[in-house]
């Protein structure tokens, strides 16, 4: 009964048999909607320093408000433009606004901070991956030097030598790469040593058993951390919600954070005056 109430178009949440893959139809139909219809929009989640509570990045998230359903979740529809190819338009769609966006802020006079964008595996694998970004990179005048770009480990996993290769060229673009969700997969250390990246994104669910799992969370925090800044990688810890999970991560020298217990994700209007304010959370 709930779900009836909830629907007003016939497709959405139909009781049949087939309800995902009809969800999933018709979300995809909304899709090809939504661009053709500019209901897609960029936010930004501020990361701070960690020592000290400065505004130093952010990371730009993709939202996705339909006029009749409201806000659908990434989670949900990035796995649909990964399926049908449209995480390619999309995706430059998304970093040239950012890029752009980034312009934008500086003469508004917001320096100091880096902007992360996320790149799926299919994003990264296209094959002219880095003419894209130089394009972008040229059009929008975007310094090379603020740009971090995250990947997940499912792209280490496969290793190909692409991959590899994009990785360096990037890098020596001066690109800062970031392996994005540490603590969710896979997580073989070996990648961390094997493929150059600057920056490890502690995932949510790690810094979470922070508060669920106190037995054995920081024993592992405080390897990952230690191991990755052995390795000469910085590391941002995300989802951060607690003063007691700040804390900890200050107290291991975690470089960067973001989480809703700092700052949730806001629209681009809304950067600049958090540059100058005071730090959120208690114990900067
Ligand atoms: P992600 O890259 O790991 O992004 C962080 C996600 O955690 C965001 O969810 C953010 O809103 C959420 N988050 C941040 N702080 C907290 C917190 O303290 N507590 C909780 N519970 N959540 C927090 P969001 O925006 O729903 O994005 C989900 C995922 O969708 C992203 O995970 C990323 O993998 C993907 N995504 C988002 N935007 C893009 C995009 O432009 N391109 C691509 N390829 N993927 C994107
Ligand atoms: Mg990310
Ligand atoms: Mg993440
Ligand atoms: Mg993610």
Not at 125 to 145: D, N, V
Not at 180 to 194: C, R, V
Request: charge should be negative; charged fraction near 25%; hydrophobic fraction near 40%.
């Amino acid at each position: 009964r709930a779900r009836s109430e909830r629907v007003r178009g016939p497709v959405f949440f139909s009781p049949e048999r087939d309800e995902q893959a009809q969800h999933r139809h018709a979300l995809e139909v909304e899709l090809h909607r939504a661009l053709e219809q500019d209901q897609l929009h960029l936010c930004y989640q501020p990361q701070y320093r960690l020592s000290d509570g400065v505004l130093v990045g952010v990371e730009t998230l993709l939202r996705w408000r339909h006029p009749r359903l409201g806000p659908v979740s990434p989670a949900e529809f990035i796995p649909l433009l990964e399926d049908t190819g449209l995480i390619h338009p999309v995706g430059d769609w998304v970093l040239r606004t950012a890029c752009a966006q980034m312009a934008r802020w500086r003469q508004e006079g917001l320096t100091g901070v880096d902007l992360a964008v996320n790149l799926s595996p299919e994003q990264f694998r296209h094959p002219r991956l880095l003419a894209r970004i130089q394009q972008i990179l040229e059009e929008t005048g975007m310094a090379e030097e603020r740009l971090e770009l995250e990947v997940t480990e499912s792209l280490l996993i496969e290793n190909p030598p692409d991959v590899l290769r994009n990785l360096q060229v990037l890098r020596g673009m001066g690109i800062t790469m970031a392996l994005d969700d540490f603590g969710t997969g896979y997580s073989a250390l070996s990648y961390l040593q094997d493929f150059p990246i600057d920056v490890l994104k502690l995932d949510r669910s790690l810094t979470d058993g922070l508060e669920r799992n106190l037995a054995r969370s920081p024993g592992l925090i405080r390897g990952v951390i230690e191991l990755a800044q052995s390795l000469g990688m910085a590391v941002v810890a995300e989802g951060i919600e607690s003063n007691a999970q700040l804390q900890f991560l200050q107290s291991l020298a975690c470089e960067r954070g973001q989480g809703f217990g700092l700052e949730r994700p806001r629209p681009p209007e809304a950067i600049p005056a958090l540059a100058g304010a005071a730090p959120p959370g208690g114990a900067f």
